[in-house]
């Protein structure tokens, strides 16, 4: 294999490895922001299931209004609704490294092919 092509492989092989690397830490972030909004859901829950009215009693009387109480809560919640954008915002950061993983895959097998590591016939069809 001539030196160019492999360094080129090398190349890609590090950059590959730092897209997968931001990949893994936006997924990190993720679940944590997922649990965090988890956290505020059951907050929400809990205090609608505990509010009473001024005889004491449940102040929703069904599941569903309870439920719909709930969700006016949680979407109310300044925190909540910053946790949902930032999902969204790391949702689109994340396909982003994906596309990025992929298209690295992919040129990083052509260029296998071109050196002659792996038989062009062997190839799957995922990146």
């Keep these: 294999m001539e030196k160019e092509l492999r360094e080129e492989l090398l190349r890609l092989n590090d950059l590959l490895a730092d897209v997968e690397a931001k990949g893994r830490a936006l997924h990190h972030r993720a679940q944590k922001l997922r649990d965090e909004g988890e956290l505020l859901r059951a907050r929400a829950v809990v205090n609608v299931l505990e509010a009473r009215d001024d005889r004491g009693r449940p102040r929703y009387s069904n599941e569903y209004a309870t439920r ?10 300044p925190r909540y609704r910053e946790i949902e954008s930032e999902r969204e915002a790391l949702w689109q950061e994340t396909e982003s490294v994906r596309a990025e993983t992929d298209r690295l895959a992919v040129r990083r097998k052509i260029l296998m092919v071109e050196a002659g590591i792996i038989d062009p016939l062997d190839l799957d069809e995922s990146p």
């Design 68 to 77: 719909a109480a709930a969700m006016v809560t949680l979407h109310e919640n």
